[in-house]
């Protein structure tokens, strides 16, 4: 189960009751945009979706789109937040997902694999790349072991309420090595694979947000 395990459906309905949401849409989301338009992309699921910033944008973008998120609370802010656009949103979990085999045509990830397991998480990209069809875009976004909290303590790590992609409760929280997601995306076509530093500013706590950016093809 993805974000977390059981437990952690309580602990992100309580992250998003508590007002801690993003609204506007990453970078690699926007710049990506021209080129799913010219692949002539049409189905797009946003994985983890949270409380819709990206489902928002690509809707507005002239795409279907489909999010899922393991919290109530969130998915009743993104539909609140809809503004009329025709996006469907489901709570569920992305180790157990709704949609048929090679429904969409895209797939975006954004910090929702890095929550759970390694089992959780190779298990989430197995059903993830059902969902895709052969051929089709999967954009990825992770922390990566170069972050400041990789070598954290658990108590130093989960102590913060939220910093981003943090949170308590002993939530688990996984950072990768290049060389473990070439192996993870392994059946994949690896278009891109960045690893990105830039500053995440947070009321209790400033630090640099060191993640991978990756763009894969299901081949």
Same mark, same amino acid.
């Given at each position: 189960?993805?974000?977390?395990?059981?437990?952690?459906?309580?602990?992100?309905?309580?992250?998003?009751?508590?007002?801690?949401?993003?609204?506007?849409?990453?970078?690699?989301?926007?710049?990506?945009?021209?080129?799913?338009?010219?692949?002539?992309?049409?189905?797009?699921?946003?994985?983890?979706?949270?409380?819709?910033?990206?489902?928002?944008?690509?809707?507005?973008?002239?795409?279907?789109?489909?999010?899922?998120?393991?919290?109530?609370?969130?998915?009743?802010?993104?539909?609140?937040?809809?503004?009329?656009?025709?996006?469907?949103?489901?709570?569920?979990?992305?180790?157990?997902?709704?949609?048929?085999?090679?429904?969409?045509?895209?797939?975006?990830?954004?910090?929702?694999?890095?929550?759970?397991?390694?089992?959780?998480?190779?298990?989430?990209?197995?059903?993830?790349?059902?969902?895709?069809?052969?051929?089709?875009?999967?954009?990825?976004?992770?922390?990566?072991?170069?972050?400041? $909290?990789? @070598?954290? !303590?658990? /108590?130093?790590?989960?102590?913060?309420? =939220?910093?981003?992609?943090?949170?308590?409760? *002993?939530? #688990?929280?996984?950072?990768?090595?290049?060389?473990?997601?070439?192996?993870? $995306?392994? @059946?994949? !076509?690896? /278009?891109?694979?960045?690893?990105?530093? =830039?500053?995440?500013?947070?009321?209790?706590? *400033?630090? #640099?947000?060191?993640?991978?950016?990756?763009?894969?093809?299901?081949?």
């Amino acid at each position: 189960m993805l974000k977390g395990g059981v437990h952690s459906i309580t602990i992100w309905n309580k992250i998003y009751a508590e007002g801690s949401i993003h609204t506007q849409p990453s970078k690699e989301i926007v710049n990506l945009v021209p080129h799913l338009k010219q692949e002539q992309v049409v189905e797009v699921l946003d994985a983890g979706c949270g409380t819709g910033r990206h489902s928002q944008y690509l809707a507005e973008q002239g795409f279907n789109v489909h999010g899922i998120d393991i919290s109530e609370e969130a998915i009743e802010i993104a539909k609140r937040n809809r503004k009329g656009l025709e996006i469907d949103y489901q709570v569920g979990t992305l180790t157990d997902l709704p949609y048929p085999s090679e429904s969409m045509d895209f797939i975006v990830a954004n910090h929702s694999l890095e929550y759970g397991t390694i089992e959780e998480i190779r298990q989430s990209i197995r059903k993830l790349s059902d969902a895709l069809k052969s051929g089709r875009p999967f954009l990825v976004r992770v922390v990566s072991t170069q972050h400041p $909290f990789a @070598k954290a !303590r658990p /108590e130093e790590i989960y102590g913060f309420s =939220h910093v981003g992609f943090c949170v308590q409760n *002993s939530l #688990p929280v996984h950072f990768f090595e290049e060389e473990e997601l070439r192996k993870l $995306f392994r @059946k994949y !076509r690896i /278009e891109r694979l960045e690893h990105i530093t =830039h500053p995440i500013e947070h009321e209790r706590i *400033s630090v #640099p947000l060191r993640e991978w950016v990756l763009l894969t093809y299901k081949q």
